[in-house]
């Protein structure tokens, strides 16, 4: 004998993590905050400085889009890219890409980190691309018009010509 359970679904599919960016504005906060890492410190606990004077850092990482919906709670970047289509979170989440962005555009400068700046601008930001591309337009960006002048047929030889009606058997 079977028992028929109703199943009931919420009318929207899954219901959100977040229904407010403000809920989210300390997490993106501390998620770029965590990429910097820690200052090392030698055995007294003061920070180790490189020749320029900072504090160098360990355990740090670049900020990426992937990283930032992971320390959201969400599951993919797929997941955090649909956030910011939600009129609440967009400009949240809109300035948040921008900073790894820009993260991202800076690295275009050293060569250490050009080739992965580049990847990460082209597929995870607008505007952004590795394709060349060349255009040929007319004047005023108008239609091409291509004339050919002075055509005249290749001189052929009398000695060229072949007689294709002459029977070569007679």
Not at 42 to 49: A, F, I, N, Q, T
Not at 76 to 86: A, M
């Amino acid at each position: 004998m079977s028992i028929d359970k109703e199943i009931t679904k919420h009318p929207g599919g899954r219901p959100p993590i977040f229904t407010s960016s403000d809920q989210i504005i300390d997490l993106i906060d501390k998620y770029f905050d965590d990429c910097k890492g820690i200052p090392l410190t030698d055995k007294e606990g003061d920070p180790v400085l490189n020749k320029w004077g900072q504090p160098v850092m360990i355990h740090s990482k670049p900020p990426t889009i992937t990283g930032l919906a992971l320390a959201l709670g969400f599951n993919s970047r797929t997941t955090l890219l649909n956030y910011q289509d939600k009129p609440e979170f967009v400009n949240t989440i809109t300035q948040a890409k921008a900073r790894v962005e820009e993260y991202a555009e800076s690295r275009l400068y050293d060569r250490d980190g050009a080739n992965g700046a580049k990847f990460s601008l082209a597929n995870n930001f607008k505007g952004w691309s590795e394709k060349n591309q060349t255009e040929i337009t007319g004047a005023g960006g108008g239609g091409l018009k291509i004339v050919f002048e002075n055509l005249k047929p290749p001189a052929v030889e009398e000695d060229d010509i072949e007689d294709d009606f002459e029977d070569d058997d007679a």
